[in-house]
Structure formats: C-alpha cells, structure tokens
C-alpha cells in the first residue's frame, strides 16, 4: 500500500523540447497552427458530409467518421502539450490525467487505423464489384463497421492502460515526451516492464499489421481492377483516389510502426517525440487536405457551400 499511496501523489511533468523561451514559443506557435488546421479541415468535412445529401453514400459516411475521430484524437494530445510548451514544462499531470490521456489516444488511434482499413474494404467494393456495391455496402453494415471499429479501439486501449498504470512508479517523474505515450510512461516505472512491454508489443502488432494487411489486400486487388478498365479517364480517376488514400496510410502507419514496433532496446526518446509529431499533429492535417483535394464531388459540395455564405 505504501508503493501505491507513494504513485497516487506523483505527479508528472513533461520535458521540454528546448530550455530556451523562443525555441518553445516557435514550437508552440507551429503546434497550434497545426491544430487548428487539422480542427478546422476534419470540421469542414464532418459539416459538409451531413449537410450534403448527394454525399451521403457510404464512402463520404466514413471519410466524416474518419474526420470526426481525428478531431477527438488531436485534441486529446494538443491542449496540455500546448500548456506545457508555454509553461516551459512546469504544466502537471496527475497520474489518472495521464492515464486518461494515453486511454484516449490508444483508444483513437487504434479507432483510426481500423477505419482506414474499412475505408479500403469500401473502395474495393467500389472498384472491384461496382453493380453489387449498394448491396453490399448496405447501411446497417456501414454503421456497425464504424460502430466495430470505435469497439475494437476501446477493447485494445483499456486492458493495456490498467496494465501500464497499476505500475509502481517512484521519484523519476519527468516523462520525455509531449503527451502520456506508452513507452514514455513505462520507462519511469521502478518496477520489471517487461510484461508491459510484452503487451504493448501485441496489441501494436495487432492494430497495425491486421489493418495494414487487409488494406494491402484490398489495394492488390483495387490496381488489379483499375489496370483492367478501359477509359483512360475511368482509370485516371480510380488511381486518383486510391493513391491519397496510400499515401495517408502509409504516414499513418509508417510512422506509428516505427514508434511502437521497434525493438525496446532501440527506442530513442528523442527520435520517439519527433516521429511522433507525424501522426499526432500531421496526418490529421493531411487527411481532409488529400481526400478532399483529390476528390471533384467534395470540392464542388465546398465551392457551393462557400457560395451560399
């Protein structure tokens, strides 16, 4: 009990990226840009999708999903790494803050990653079975597959938090990090991790190499159908949402394997919080910037929106 009354009172800090003021305000400053971007893109989608009723069609359903999700991700990480950036790191977190905190964004993250694997599983349909595409992609099925993803986020995310958190944590308190990640948190623990490492190794491998899978399948097979299509135009404009749907996924995914699949023993805490950066504050930019750039019927939903004000 006292191991556990000692861990209820610590309180975490997080380490700074520079001791100097400006460095920190200029971080700040591209942190927030970033943010508001992200809030303010993933918005616009989510708003346009639900008042457009020619996109409402499976495809747009889960693009606002996606964005919805993303708006919640980013913003379980931003507002204390902003404080804390202009606190110079003396912004506290209590340990079920930081507990919070890392359920939420494991809970999101994984929420996402499974959504981007529905989202390809759509386009194959799409692409591959277009006359049985309304009957398949039937929207009972489109909300349980969005319902299934946000369930399997919190199934992963929940276990693993308790796990991380009923660690014995001692005197070191300054978590190198931005926000409360896992492998972060775990190092300041004064016990043996290696369980917990275990754990987390498993549940990462399952929520990035199950998804990462059945997309890459799915895109096999997408490209196999593309090359087949005739119209130089048809093809142009398959290719032309595939490969921003590629390209979000493979930053996604990049990035959080290199964090969360490397070996321990290589894990520089360095190296962690700036790819981190990637797909924390990035990729929630790039998502409604390359679906929406690459897509005419969003564009033209925007531009008649935009007309209207």
């Known amino acids: 009990t006292e191991e556990i009354n000692k861990t209820a009172k610590i309180q975490f800090f997080f380490r700074t990226f520079s001791a100097d003021p400006k460095v920190q305000v200029g971080i700040f400053v591209a942190f927030l840009t970033m943010y508001l971007i992200s809030l303010s893109g993933n918005t616009t989608i989510a708003v346009i999708v639900q008042i457009n009723h020619s996109l409402h069609i499976p495809m747009y359903f889960f693009l606002a999903n996606l964005a919805v999700l993303e708006i919640f991700y980013t913003s379980s990480i931003a507002p204390l790494a902003l404080a804390n950036l ?41 692409i591959c079975y277009p006359l049985r595409y309304t009957h398949v992609m039937s929207w009972p099925l489109c909300v349980e597959l969005v319902v299934g993803s946000l369930v399997l986020g919190f199934l992963l995310s929940l276990p693993l938090t308790i796990l991380i958190f009923r660690l014995p ?18 190092r300041l623990a004064c016990a043996d991790t290696h369980i917990h490492k275990t754990a987390l190794y498993i549940v990462s491998f399952i929520i990035l190499s199950v998804p990462l ?9 997408i490209v196999a159908a593309i090359l087949r299509i005739r119209s130089t135009e048809g093809r142009h404009r398959a290719f032309s949402t595939c490969s921003s749907h590629i390209l979000v996924v493979l930053l ?24 981190s950066v990637v797909y924390t504050f990035i990729t929630p930019i790039l998502n409604p910037l390359i679906y929406s750039m690459r897509n005419k019927e969003l564009k033209d939903a925007l531009q008649k929106a935009l007309r209207k004000f």
């Open 86 to 126: 202009l606190s110079m790191g003396r912004t506290p977190v209590s340990i079920p803050g930081c507990g919070t905190q890392m359920f939420f964004f494991v809970f999101l993250g994984g929420a996402d990653c499974v959504l981007l694997a529905v989202m390809a599983y759509d386009r194959f349909v799409a």
């Open 169 to 186: 944590f001692c005197n070191n308190n300054e978590i190198y990090h931005f926000y409360c990640d896992m492998p972060a948190v775990m």
């Open 213 to 221: 899978s059945l997309i890459s399948i799915s895109y096999v097979f």
């Open 252 to 275: 996604q995914y990049g990035c959080t394997s290199f964090i969360y699949l490397s070996p321990s023993s290589s894990y520089s805490p360095e190296m962690g919080r700036v790819v």
